[in-house]
């Protein structure tokens, strides 16, 4: 069977007030939520079964897009994962494996995507 996953750079972003931040670079789309996994580990089994275009999804949103700085990961306000979605969902499950994840966020989007099989 051919894997299908999608091979699209994206980055998601935790903040440490409990936020998500996900961004597709090559479909020009960015989403936002506020303390709930559940839609990023929907975009991020998307990415994975190889339903890779969101032009049809909900939640686009131009204002959420961030550029990456140093200092306010470094300061603990952010939390930056990129590559391709098979990365990020390796590397959460790892730190969730590891009992090492940065904030409540991340623990929490992390077990969705273990609840999922992902």
């Given at each position: 069977?051919?894997?299908?996953?999608?091979?699209?750079?994206?980055?998601?972003?935790c903040d440490?007030?409990?936020?998500?931040?996900?961004?597709?670079?090559?479909?020009?789309?960015?989403?936002?939520?506020?303390?709930?996994?559940?839609?990023?580990?929907?975009?991020?089994?998307?990415?994975?079964t190889?339903?890779?275009?969101?032009?049809?999804?909900?939640?686009?949103?131009?204002?959420?897009?961030?550029?990456?700085?140093?200092?306010?990961?470094?300061?603990?306000?952010?939390?930056?994962?990129?590559?391709?979605?098979?990365?990020?969902?390796?590397?959460?499950?790892?730190?969730?494996?590891?009992?090492?994840?940065?904030?409540?966020?991340?623990?929490?989007?992390?077990?969705?995507?273990?609840?999922?099989?992902?």
């Amino acid at each position: 069977m051919k894997n299908m996953a999608s091979k699209k750079q994206i980055a998601i972003i935790c903040d440490n007030g409990g936020g998500y931040t996900v961004m597709i670079y090559a479909s020009n789309y960015a989403y936002c939520n506020e303390g709930y996994p559940g839609p990023v580990a929907d975009i991020l089994e998307s990415l994975v079964t190889g339903d890779d275009d969101p032009s049809c999804w909900d939640g686009n949103n131009n204002d959420a897009w961030m550029g990456y700085n140093y200092q306010d990961e470094a300061n603990g306000g952010y939390r930056w994962y990129t590559g391709t979605a098979r990365q990020i969902i390796k590397r959460l499950k790892k730190e969730l494996r590891e009992e090492y994840c940065w904030g409540r966020n991340v623990e929490m989007l992390a077990k969705e995507l273990k609840d999922r099989g992902l």
